[in-house]
């Protein structure tokens, strides 16, 4: 079973896509406010640097996947991250621009990206509405974690 697998391709319904629109819109909300001022020093600094880091990543591989399904072109890997010594306020700015411009690639669409698919490497097949659900239980296992540490 691929990643993507444990998700339905599809969604159900209409008002199943949009609450996970939805979902996927307000996530950088929430995470904004667990994040709080930014003032969190050591060791909680750096699992806080580690973990707006994956979510950058995710973002990433998340456009390069909306990509190759709108375009029907394969997928390419170019997943970059550029040196932000661990900021998290850095790193937590660059997910908010991701996370805006990937909702924005397939909200303005409707409800023609339920079709959209592609074959993600390493992960198998893959469509649209997965890559946000997955993308959005990455939101609420981040979250729960950022809380979890009290930083």
């Known amino acids: 079973m691929s990643f993507y697998e ?3 391709a599809r969604p159900a319904s209409e008002m199943e896509w949009e609450d996970a629109l939805v979902r996927y819109e307000i996530a950088p909300r929430a995470l904004r406010v667990a994040l709080g001022d930014g003032d969190v020093q050591g060791p909680a600094r750096e699992r806080l640097g580690d973990l707006l880091r994956a979510l950058v990543f995710s973002e990433l591989w998340t ?3 909306f990509a190759a399904m709108r375009d029907r072109a394969p997928v390419r890997d170019e ?9 998290p306020q850095a790193l937590f700015e660059r997910f908010q621009r991701l996370r805006e411009r990937n909702f924005n690639e ?3 669409r409707g409800i023609d990206v339920w079709g959209w698919r592609t074959e993600a490497p390493n992960h198998g097949p893959a469509t649209a509405y997965q890559l946000i659900l997955a993308s959005i ?3 609420a296992r981040t979250l729960a974690e950022m809380r979890g540490a009290a930083v």
């Not at 997943?79 to 900021?87: A, F, L, Q, S």
Request: charged share 35%; no cysteine; hydrophobic share 25%.
């Open 6 to 8: 444990v998700h339905p």
């Open 63 to 65: 456009q390069q996947l």
């Open 79 to 87: 997943r970059r991250m550029e040196t932000t010594h661990g900021d």
């Open 106 to 108: 397939v909200q303005r």
């Open 137 to 139: 239980e990455l939101d």
